[in-house]
């Protein structure tokens, strides 16, 4: 079946440090592929999505790029702050309206 | 605009006693999903309904669990009789499948927790 594998947590880095979190994915066909983020005490949140290959959905600074040849969707940022601390997920969309989540990845960025 | 909410935020119970958990979607949104995340196995979709019927309850985890939506705007997750396994943060989430291009909008969650 469908899956997600995110890259182990947990990441701590310091401000203003660049980010990746790794994303891979098995599917069927080509999926939409999304990032959703957690911050403490709340539920998920939409962070940026992308519908066919190639694509690159940002917001906030991150960007991740739909790649086919790589089964990959890898979120990027070039200079994280404090309050980017949060869990994310990478997601797949099975069907029309399951989503597919990973394990997700805590953050923790240090002053 | 309010969000998706949830109720209790909170919830403290003993093996063995029922417990219902409560939604309120996003007015005007056709799909409402059910969600519990654990450490060990992350988040899981439990069922989800369109137009309050429900389409997919395969993630439902044994017959202990029941999930129903009265009507557009509410919905109850019910576990009867609770086991300390499924103390977790159960979510509910909804989207309206047709505009939102599959964005679910999620609740604040409700930790369970099962003595």
């Known amino acids: 079946g469908n899956s997600v594998t995110q890259m182990e947590g947990p990441v701590t880095l310091s401000e203003e440090a660049f980010l990746t979190i790794n994303c891979t994915y098995t599917?069927?066909?080509?999926?939409?592929l999304f990032w959703y983020v957690q911050y403490p005490g709340e539920g998920l949140q939409l962070l940026l999505k992308?519908?066919?290959?190639?694509d690159k959905g940002s917001n906030k600074g991150f960007e991740a790029t739909y790649r086919k040849e790589t089964t990959s969707f890898h979120l990027e940022k070039g200079s994280v702050q404090v309050s980017d601390s949060a869990v994310y997920f990478c997601?797949?969309?099975?069907?029309?309206?399951?989503?597919?989540f990973g394990q997700g990845t805590r953050l923790t960025i240090n002053p | 605009d309010a969000g998706v909410i949830q109720s209790p935020r909170h919830e403290v119970t003993e093996m063995g006693q029922e417990v219902t958990l409560r939604c309120k979607p996003i007015?005007?949104?056709?799909?409402l999903f059910w969600y519990r995340q654990t450490m060990m196995r992350g988040l899981e979709l439990l069922i989800y309904?369109?137009?309050?019927?429900?389409?997919?309850d395969s993630g439902m985890p044994e017959d202990r669990f029941s999930a129903k939506m009265p009507n557009a705007s509410f919905s109850t997750l019910k576990i009867q009789p609770s086991e300390p396994r499924d103390s977790a943060v159960y979510f509910c989430?909804?989207?309206?499948?047709?505009?939102?291009?599959?964005?679910?909008?999620f609740g604040p969650g409700t930790r369970l927790t099962v003595l």
């Open positions: 309904f369109n137009n309050n019927v429900p389409i997919d």
């Open positions: 992308a519908t066919k290959a190639d």
């Open positions: 007015s005007g949104h056709d799909y």
């Open positions: 599917a069927t066909g080509y999926p939409s």
């Open positions: 989430a909804s989207s309206y499948g047709t505009r939102s291009l599959n964005e679910q909008f």
């Open positions: 997601a797949l969309l099975q069907g029309a309206q399951k989503l597919v």
